[in-house]
Structure formats: C-alpha cells, structure tokens
C-alpha cells in the first residue's frame, strides 16, 4: 500500500470515537504519526492501542478539555515534541447540547460554545507558528451543514459552528501565502454514537435531524465513510477541492459554498509534503 502520508505528523482532536477515530484510522492507514486528543482518557487510551496494532503506525496521546487554553497548547506542542513536526490538524472535537434555544441555560450556552468554537481557536492558533516555520501545514476543521440548513434545536450549536465556517474562510485566506491551507468539512447526521443515542431517546427529534437529508439516513459506520482522496469519495462527491473552504457534506447531496481563494494553483487535499 502506498503510505502517501509517511512521515508526516497529524493532530486529530475529539479522536476517541466516531468521526473522529475515523480520520485517524485513515491518516494511520496512509502512513501518518498521530496525535490523539480527547475528553475521554480510557476511550483515548483504546483508540491509541487499536491504531497502533492495526496499522503499525506511532501514536502520542493528550486527554483534557480542549477548551482550555493551556491543555490545547500541550496537544500541539506534543507534535513537535515527540515527532519533531506539526503537518496537519484536524479539529474534530466538539458536540452540542441539542435543544431549543430558549431551554439553554448560560452554563449549556457556555459549554456549546466552549466545545465546539474554542477548542478549535486555541488548536489553531498554536498551530500556525510551526506552520509557518514549515511553510506547510494543513488544517481541517469540521463545521456542521446545519448551520446552512436551520435545523431544529441547533440555534446555539450552529452559533459555534458558524464561528468554525467564519474562522476556517478568514484564516485560508490570511495564511495561504505561507503554504498553509484551511478547509471546513460539514458533515449532516452520522450514525456516530451520539447519533444512536439521540435515535434512541427521542426518535422524533432524530427523525427531524434525518429529514432534510434527500437520501433520508445518515452516512454509515466509519468503515463506510467516503474520504477525499479515495476514489470513492471523488466518485461521490466530485473532483478533489481546490478553490473552496466549506464543504458541506449530507447523505445524496453535494453543494459547494463560501467559496475564495486558498492557495494559487495548489490543491487544499491533505497530501504530501513537497520536499
């Protein structure tokens, strides 16, 4: 198999399970050392065990709460110190309280936003120096298509969210000179565990989340979600990205927003370092 990302150095938060072990299973698969970050120290320590005997690959590990400033600064700084480089950063960590808007409390509007805009602020801003130092680097951040789309009880989720989409366009451009690009990836619903236990405890509420998608369910398992470059994900959802920084992303629909400019005449796919 060719390792197309040997030697290079990925930080993938919220890695423990669903989407995110999903992105390291792969970077792992195509030969990146990984960096794993997560609330979830046992559920981190399991995922580490299983990519390192499933695909021989090195694996470092940082357990905390994103959201603090200090805990982001060590996950990016372990890159550096056990593998001596900072090549990609995936911000997958997150996950809403989802409920009406005027059900939030201050501490559930504080924690939404804590989880999922912040964590991805301080990851990104302590990447950017060793990018630049590099002049190379790759950030994906993970958005939401609710934010497009208005769905239900996601008023203060996509407040957040909308910030992810904001900083990821603003960033692109800022950076782009320095080898740097940016993208948001914003996925519909997914049959991750949160999304199995929402279908369990309120069915009508999952239903709700499942109706705006055409295809009428939610992407599968992680085994069967289609990546950028595979050829199955060019088959599903066009050719490689080159000039766009959100990329909405729901079962049997494809559309391409927030367009601008990332880099002169380079892809934004996380590939090979050019040496």
């Known amino acids: 198999m060719d390792k197309k990302l040997r030697n290079n150095v990925a930080v993938v938060t919220g890695a423990a399970k669903g989407i995110g072990l ?6 792992a ?3 990146a050392k990984l960096v794993l970050a997560d609330l979830d120290e046992g559920g981190l320590k399991e995922a580490s065990t299983h990519l390192v005997s499933q695909f021989d690959t090195e694996v470092a590990s940082q357990a905390g709460d994103l959201s603090d400033q200090g805990v982001a600064e060590n996950t990016i700084k372990l890159a550096s110190e056990r593998f001596g480089r900072l090549d990609i950063l995936v ?3 997150g996950g809403g309280i989802i409920k009406p808007f005027a059900e939030h409390t201050p501490e559930t509007l504080k924690t939404t936003i804590d989880r999922n805009l912040w964590t991805v602020l301080w990851c990104s801003w302590y990447a950017v120096p060793t990018m630049r130092k590099q002049a190379y680097g790759r950030i994906v951040n993970l958005g939401a298509d609710s934010v497009r789309n208005g769905l239900w009880d ?4 996509n407040a957040a969210k909308g910030g992810v989409h904001g900083l990821t366009t603003g960033m692109a451009r800022e950076f782009a000179r320095d080898g740097i690009t940016v993208n948001t990836v914003a996925p519909c619903a997914v049959n991750t565990p949160q999304m199995v236990a929402i279908t369990e405890s309120d069915p009508a509420l999952a239903a709700k989340f499942v109706s705006v998608i055409p295809m009428g369910r939610p992407a599968g398992n992680r085994h069967s979600l289609p990546c950028r470059g595979s050829r199955r994900g060019r088959d599903q959802a066009g050719s490689p990205p080159r000039r766009q920084q959100c990329r909405p992303l729901s079962r049997g629909r494809h559309d391409l927003r927030h367009r601008g400019h990332v880099h002169p005449r380079r892809s934004v796919a996380v590939g090979r370092r050019p040496y």
């Open 29 to 31: 698969r195509d030969g």
């Open 22 to 27: 999903a992105i390291a299973e792969r970077l």
């Open 154 to 157: 996601h008023a203060a989720y």
């Open 91 to 93: 911000n997958n960590a």
